[in-house]
Nanobody, 116 residues
C-alpha cells in the first residue's frame, strides 16, 4: 500500500505563490508517474500537472506558464510550484501516483485558497 503525504497548501492573495510537496512511501514497485489534481467546489476533479519517471511533464492549459511540476525520483517526491495564483485556482489539490503495475494511489488532499 502506497501512502502519499501532501504539504504546502494554504491561503494566499491573488498574484501570490505557493509550493506543494508530496512524498510517496510504502511502494513495493517503482512509481512511473506522479501528478497533481484539483477539485473545486461543485466541479469535477481535474488534472493540473503530471511528471513521469523520465521527467516528461504535462500541464492543464489553465496553469501553463504559471505552475511548474518537478520530482525527485530518489525520494519519490513531487513538487508543484504555483506562481501568479488566481482566485479560480482555489481548490483542494490532490497528489497521485501510478506504479509500474498500473495501480493508482491518492493523497488526502490539501486546500489552496486564493482570495483578497
Amino acid at each position: 500500500q502506497v501512502q502519499l503525504a501532501e504539504s504546502g497548501g494554504g491561503s494566499v492573495q491573488p498574484g501570490g505563490s505557493l509550493r506543494l510537496s508530496c512524498a510517496a512511501s510504502g511502494s513495493r514497485f517503482s512509481i512511473n508517474t506522479m501528478a497533481w489534481y484539483r477539485q473545486a467546489p461543485g466541479k469535477q476533479r481535474e488534472l493540473v500537472a503530471q511528471i513521469t519517471r523520465g521527467g516528461n511533464t504535462n500541464y492543464a492549459d489553465s496553469v501553463k506558464e504559471r505552475f511548474t511540476i518537478s520530482g525527485d525520483n530518489g525520494k519519490n517526491t513531487v513538487y508543484l510550484q504555483m506562481n501568479s495564483l488566481k482566485p479560480e485556482d482555489t481548490a483542494v489539490y490532490y497528489c497521485s501516483c501510478v506504479t509500474v503495475m498500473f495501480r493508482t494511489y491518492w493523497g488526502q488532499g490539501t486546500q489552496v485558497t486564493v482570495s483578497s
